[in-house]
């Protein structure tokens, strides 16, 4: 079974940058579109970025020209650069498959202070 592990949340105040890594496991990303998604306390998870198989991206407007994704197909891996994060970016933040085709994984938690 596909595994999904998210990594690299954590505490960050207002302006600040983080990274965060996504691994597959048990499953190969190179022929799929991957996303992140989040969920901020009481809202529906929401999708924010998406990249295709051959690198072309595609994101949200409320992280447009702030975040950045990218994969690393031969390590089955995607990561999400975040910078001038805002508080309302706090949220757990989710790797998967455009489809949501796989198991969700934990998350990461990031936490944006004003």
């Known amino acids: 079974q596909v595994q999904l592990a998210e990594s690299g949340g954590g505490l960050v105040q207002a302006g600040g940058s983080l990274r965060l890594s996504c691994v597959v496991s048990?499953?190969?990303?190179?022929?799929?579109?991957m996303a992140w998604f989040r969920q901020a306390p009481g809202k529906q998870r929401e999708l924010v970025a998406s990249?295709?198989?051959?690198?072309?991206?595609t994101y949200q407007d409320f992280v447009k020209g702030r975040f950045t994704i990218s994969r690393d197909n031969y390590n089955n891996m995607m990561y999400l650069q975040m910078n001038s994060l805002k508080p309302e970016d706090t949220a757990v933040y989710y790797c998967?498959?455009?489809?949501?085709?796989?198991?969700w994984g934990r998350g990461t938690q990031v936490t944006v202070s004003s």
């Open positions: 998967n498959n455009e489809r949501i085709v796989w198991p």
């Open positions: 990249i295709t198989r051959d690198g072309t991206s």
């Open positions: 048990n499953g190969y990303i190179a022929f799929t579109t």
